[in-house]
């Protein structure tokens, strides 16, 4: 495999930045909340002439239109009159499209028409029917924003799909009607036939999987064996200690100097290391968690675990510009107006929050508390008794919540004798029937399973009284070891679930990927819980994946899998609002395709349809920068080009 480098290596040059103090990303427009519209700039200088090129032939119909049209108005009339028709014949019978490319031309037609629509203009601030009528009447002069090739991507795969000429199928013009052989056959014969098929798409899986080995591989159990006496011999140290969670604890890595003996670093990552340190922005490895990297960046396995804890350079100068302001600046979800006490947030009827400690055995970076965590074991991070009471007494004061997530920080990182009394208080309250435990220590410090900790878990485990259940966040197949996978068999054998949410980036986002993690999880007793589209800033726009894969993953990849190996959810958590799913379709839709390309979606609130609560609009990283960061790291891209008709 190639050297693994930084994200915001391949990147390219970081986003301008204003330099001085802005204020929080969200706010209302309208009746909607939005994200801020400023926040994702065209980052490209290019030629347009070949997109252009494209984008008119892909629909010559919408091209001619445009041209004719004297102005933005007739267009926009024009053009809704040419989707109704392309909708309209979807359903007559002389159309011999095949009926699933007919489904993508009445969702294209949808998309299309809403993107179009005037409320959606002034809601986003901008037409991007404005800008393709300017471009079609060949006055790029006056357009109002400069237009990357990404926004033309997005329109030339649209105009593909009101046409029924998607290429989803591997067809060069439109899928015509019919049936595959197989189903014209009958009995054994079918079946035979049928089997070809199956065996190539089971063969294909298979294939992926080999990209992506896991920690439990000899060869991998053999060379991080390598890693772990190199370490202890970095610090004098014992396989005894290697046992001992404190040992782990009082040896996590921060600053640049072990980090840089122990592994061979990117000139990147030594300088946003020594950033970090010295603008105090969280940052600490494990030496177990260290253990897991590859010592040479020519073996690349590990990208997504150093990616995890070695921050790229733009995101730590921006955390450290925006020391002082960090916890309005990056509160994207909005915490500070659902945490009715502090320590507890709370955003649904039954569930709430508890975060008791505030800090963790390590800092990952696209964590969404980087504005509340001050530093890797910060000695404050344990919460007064004082602010814990009021905690409880909140707590006490409303019987209708029943499932409270203890998390941070990460809880686990508490001493036996601190982590109790927060069991205790919660088993006290009659009202509450499960305590969820967050921790990513399974991944990062699975020492930390003493006799002990199973003992307080079992304890406080009563079914069907209460129950303890336990979520985890392991990203990456990489990171399942032989040591996690015994962490999590000592909490199962207690009879605790352990389930995992994995946040989807861009390091665990190419094709069959997270298919691997979950079939992985699963095999060491793990149940997927949800997946998470990333939210984020500037700060981690690097590791951001359009919403869109995640849902073609869902479909083309996740939907392979046993539906034992695929529990879980992919959910977009929307500030301010909560899990949005994205499998509904009803409940997201995309309003507008900005000039660099980002879709702009309109999510709704998990409440739709209970209590008028606004939706969000949300400005999504552009499909063609994500596509061109995944031809940067040796992907096909074509394997990906059904993603522009997931919307
Ligand atoms: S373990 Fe969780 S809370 Fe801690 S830094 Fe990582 S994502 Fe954030």
């Known amino acids: 495999m190639p050297a693994t480098k930084s994200p915001s290596e391949k990147r390219g040059a970081p986003l301008p930045r204003n330099g001085h103090h802005r204020p929080p990303t969200t706010r209302i427009v309208e009746d909607v909340f939005t994200d801020e519209l400023e926040l994702l700039r ?7 002439s070949i997109f252009l090129q494209r984008l008119w032939e892909a629909n010559p119909h919408i091209h001619e239109l445009l041209k004719a049209a004297p102005d933005l108005e007739t267009a926009r009339e024009h053009l809704y009159e040419y989707l109704d028709r392309a909708e309209r014949s979807v359903f007559a019978l002389d159309n011999d499209l095949h009926i699933l490319e007919k489904a993508t031309v009445r969702e294209a037609v949808r998309a299309f028409r809403s993107i179009i629509g005037p409320i959606n203009e002034k809601r986003t601030e901008f037409s991007a029917l404005d800008a393709l009528w300017k471009l079609a009447q060949d ?11 990404g926004f033309l991507m997005e329109f030339i795969h649209l105009f593909h799909g009101v046409l029924g000429e998607t290429n989803i199928y591997r067809e060069s013009g439109g899928v015509k009607r019919g049936v595959p052989e197989f189903l014209r056959l009958e009995g054994r014969e079918a079946a035979t036939k049928r089997m070809e098929s199956l065996d190539e798409l089971g063969s294909n899986v298979r294939k992926h999987f080999m990209k ?3 920690g439990l591989e000899p060869e991998v159990i053999r060379f991080r ?3 772990r006496k190199r ?3 970095y610090f004098d140290a014992n396989e005894e200690d290697w046992d001992d969670y404190i040992w782990h604890l009082t040896h996590v890595i921060r600053t640049p100097e072990p980090l840089a003996d122990l592994i061979e670093l990117t000139a990147e990552q030594r300088e946003a290391v020594r950033i970090a340190v010295k603008e105090k922005v969280p940052f600490g490895i494990t030496p177990y968690y260290l253990s897991l990297m590859d010592s040479k960046l020519s073996v690349g396995y590990d990208h997504s675990i150093r990616a995890q804890v070695i921050p790229p350079k733009d995101y730590v100068e921006m955390m450290a510009e925006h020391r002082r302001d960090r916890d309005t600046m990056f509160d994207f979800m909005g915490e500070h107006d659902t945490s009715p006490v502090d320590l507890v947030t709370r955003r649904y009827p039954l569930i709430c929050i508890l975060k008791p400690f505030n800090t963790c055995a390590q800092i990952c970076v696209y964590c969404q508390r980087n504005w509340e965590i001050d530093g890797v074991l910060d000695p404050k991070a344990l919460a007064s008794r004082k602010t814990l009471q009021d905690a409880f007494n909140w707590l006490g004061e409303h019987p209708s919540i029943g499932d409270v997530l203890v998390t941070g920080g990460d809880p686990l990182v508490m001493k036996d004798s601190q982590f109790r009394p927060i069991l205790e208080a919660l088993a006290s309250l009659d009202h509450i029937y499960r305590i969820r435990v967050g921790s990513r220590t399974p991944v990062v410090l699975p020492q930390r399973f003493t006799e002990g900790l199973l003992a307080l878990l079992e304890e406080f485990h009563q079914p069907p009284k209460r ?4 979520v985890t966040h392991f990203e990456h197949s990489y990171e399942i070891t032989p040591e996690a996978m015994d962490a999590v068999q000592k909490v199962k054998r207690l009879g605790i679930g352990v389930y995992n949410q994995e946040v989807y980036t861009v390091e665990n986002s190419r094709r069959f990927e997270s298919v691997k993690l979950r079939k992985d999880l699963r095999s060491i007793g793990v149940d997927p819980y949800y997946t998470f589209n990333m939210k984020g800033k500037e700060e981690t726009r690097s590791y951001m994946v359009p919403v869109a894969r995640l849902m073609q993953e869902r479909k083309e990849e996740a939907r392979l899998l046993p539906g034992l190996d695929r529990t879980d959810e992919p959910v977009f958590n929307v500030p301010r609002l909560g899990k949005n799913h994205l499998r509904s379709m009803q409940d997201h839709r995309v309003v507008m395709i900005l000039p660099t390309g980002s879709r702009v979606y309109e999510f709704h609130p998990w409440e739709k349809n209970i209590e008028p609560v606004p939706p969000y609009n949300y400005v999504d990283v552009p499909i063609y ?3 061109e960061e995944l031809a940067r790291r040796g992907e096909n891209i074509n394997n990906y080009r059904t993603i522009w008709y997931y919307y």
């Open 139 to 149: 006055r790029p002069d006056d357009l109002s924003s400069e237009i990357a090739p």
């Open 212 to 214: 992506y080995p896991s």
């Open 625 to 627: 920068d994500y596509l």
């Open 225 to 227: 064996r390598e890693n």
């Open 42 to 48: 065209p980052r490209f200088e290019a030629d347009y």
């Open 231 to 233: 370490i202890l011999r």
């Open 467 to 470: 129950e303890i259940a336990f």
